[in-house]
């Protein structure tokens, strides 16, 4: 696999939920509203309280390495303030928006993320870890009823370009 000088691996596993568990503080989240560049390996995300106060602008490349397995993506963020933000919004691209909540369980940080618009009723509960080896360790989680780390249907990149038929399909699949 190439050496990059910026980039690092996420490991990462990704389940879909029937519906958020019922001991999650929904008052606690973070809006998420992504935009996809076409034809490109990047996303401008915008993230937000409830309230609206933003919380992080970022340009983020992710993208799966042909070397790798699903579960591990090679990941570069840039950092952005307002003035560059707005300069890239001005591009076109395929918006994403969720609503992210922080949830622990059995010892371990989920993020739940509950789509809106055409997604709406998609439920994903991704958790990160730091090598493949702790990732291995996690066990499906009791709130999740199908693991998807390996279904490309289910990646940000391809979300974003979903149709409501396309949803229904993976969550029937489970």
């Not at 958020?20 to 995300?45: A, C, E, G, K, N």
């Not at 010892?107 to 709406?120: A, I, K, M, N, T």
């Amino acid at each position: 696999m190439p050496s990059f000088k910026y980039a690092q691996i996420e490991y990462e596993r990704r389940f879909l939920l029937r519906q958020l568990p019922s001991d999650l503080q929904r008052d606690q989240f973070i809006q998420i509203t992504d935009v996809y560049i076409p034809y490109t390996r990047l996303r401008l995300r915008k993230m937000a309280s409830p309230s609206g106060e933003i919380l992080a602008l970022k340009l983020t490349q992710k993208y799966r390495h042909s070397d790798l397995p699903a579960s591990q993506t090679i990941i570069t963020n840039f950092y952005l303030n307002e003035v560059e933000f707005d300069t890239l919004a001005g591009l076109s691209g395929r918006i994403l928006s969720k609503q992210r909540y922080t949830y622990h369980h059995a010892g371990h940080r989920w993020s739940l993320d509950v789509f809106q618009g055409p997604l709406h009723g998609l439920i994903l509960a991704e958790i990160e870890a730091q090598s493949a080896e702790a990732l291995a360790q996690v066990p499906i989680p009791r709130f999740a009823f199908k693991e998807v780390t390996d279904d490309p249907r289910v990646t940000g990149g391809a979300l974003v370009q979903a149709t409501a038929e396309i949803i229904a399909t993976v969550l029937a699949d489970g």
